[in-house]
Nanobody, 115 residues
Framework: QVQLVESGGGLVQAGGSLRLSCAAS????????MGWYRQAPGKQREFVAGTTIGGRTDYADFVKGRFTMSRDTAKNTVYLQMNNLKPEDTAVYSCYARSPLGSYWGQGTQVTVSS
């Protein structure tokens, strides 16, 4: 199994920055995709950024130029650096991983951006 634990959410003012972390444990070697999704109140969950393991990183259009996804192999952790945050970025951000055995979600971390 794979366990994902997010951290780094919080309350910031518009224009501020946050860095989310997602620490993976368990059978992480089976993961072939890892990404970040978000869900705002009353909205559908949407893709933010993701990496195909051994491939490339893709971003949703609405975060390009502001968010950067990265990884630290030694710490078994992926990150989402979020800069120039906007009120519309307010959402619960969740880490997601896919493997041949199934898909896995972290518990989510709240990001709130005030005007």
């Amino acid at each position: 199994q794979v366990q994902l634990v997010e951290s780094g959410g919080g309350l910031v003012q518009a224009g501020g920055s946050l860095r989310l972390s997602c620490a993976a444990s368990g059978s992480r070697f089976s993961i072939n995709f890892m990404g970040w999704y978000r869900q705002a109140p009353g909205k559908q969950r949407e893709f933010v950024a993701g990496t195909t393991i051994g491939g490339r990183t893709d971003y949703a259009d609405f975060v390009k130029g502001r968010f950067t996804m990265s990884r630290d192999t030694a710490k078994n952790t992926v990150y989402l650096q979020m800069n120039n945050l906007k009120p519309e970025d307010t959402a619960v951000y969740s880490c997601y991983a896919r493997s041949p055995l199934g898909s896995y979600w972290g518990q989510g971390t709240q990001v709130t951006v005030s005007s």
